[in-house]
């Protein structure tokens, strides 16, 4: 079956300005978990989805934000990109008995 | 809370040596555990899972892993290194009742020809 999908791969925005980022699960996982990854702060926990609920979100300020639909497909929003903000951005859908399939990532310039 | 240390940074082999990679972690429960890999400019890939079944996990590629609950420990070993799996490694813990994944700080695998 298909894998965990992120759209786009690329993105390169100017500070100020707003990006969203787009996460399709596996086909019926209904938990979708988000992370972003630099190379001084590593891989951070962003969210969790479950069933279109936020079950946990990581520290982080409230520029970052997200939501999951009823076909499980997540999105997170970043406004007021900084440029700090640059990363891959990774989501993850699954459970712990089966393990967590990771998609390719949305890189994220902002310049 | 849960939390997992790689006590390694950086480890360097040779071609069909054996590769050692320690993780210990901190939990209040049994945890699930997993070590994950990531090739430069990829994603991460899961290579095995701990879920409180067998203490000695196979992976894939030959990788396997002992989860030691009196050690805290979960080091991931393969008996002969190839160059291909050159990559950053990622010990993670997973929450309770949750799908929130906890990283290590990642080792960096080399290996020389």
């Known amino acids: 079956k298909a894998g965990v999908t992120q759209t786009p791969r690329y993105l390169i925005k100017t500070r100020g300005q707003q990006v969203t980022l787009s996460c399709s699960p596996i086909?019926?996982?209904?938990?979708v978990s988000w992370y972003q990854q630099t190379p001084g702060q590593g891989l951070q926990f962003l969210f969790e989805?479950?069933?279109?609920?936020?079950?946990n979100k990581g520290n982080f300020p409230g520029r970052f934000s997200g939501r999951q639909f009823s076909n499980s497909r997540s999105e997170m929003n970043v406004s007021t990109l900084e440029l700090g903000d640059s990363a891959l951005y990774l989501c993850?859908?699954?459970?712990?008995?089966?393990?967590?399939?990771f998609g390719s990532g949305t890189r994220l310039t902002v310049v | 809370a849960q939390s997992v240390t790689q006590l390694d940074s950086h480890v360097s082999v040779s071609e069909g040596t054996p590769v050692l990679l320690r993780c210990n972690y901190s939990?209040?429960?049994?945890?699930?555990l997993f070590w994950y890999v990531q090739h430069p400019n990829k994603g991460l890939q899961l290579l095995l899972k701990?879920?409180?079944?067998?203490?000695l996990v196979k992976g894939i590629n030959g990788f396997e892993a002992e989860f030691k609950k009196s050690e805290t420990s979960f080091h991931l070993t393969k008996p002969s290194a190839h160059m291909s799996d050159a990559a950053e490694y990622f010990c993670?813990?997973?929450?309770?009742?949750?799908?929130?994944?906890?990283f290590g700080t990642g080792t960096r695998l080399q290996v020389f020809p």
């Open positions: 939990s209040s429960y049994s945890p699930s």
């Open positions: 701990y879920t409180s079944a067998a203490t």
């Open positions: 993850a859908s699954g459970e712990a008995g089966y393990g967590y399939t």
């Open positions: 989805y479950f069933s279109e609920t936020q079950r």
């Open positions: 993670v813990v997973s929450g309770r009742d949750t799908d929130k994944l906890i």
């Open positions: 086909s019926g996982h209904r938990s």
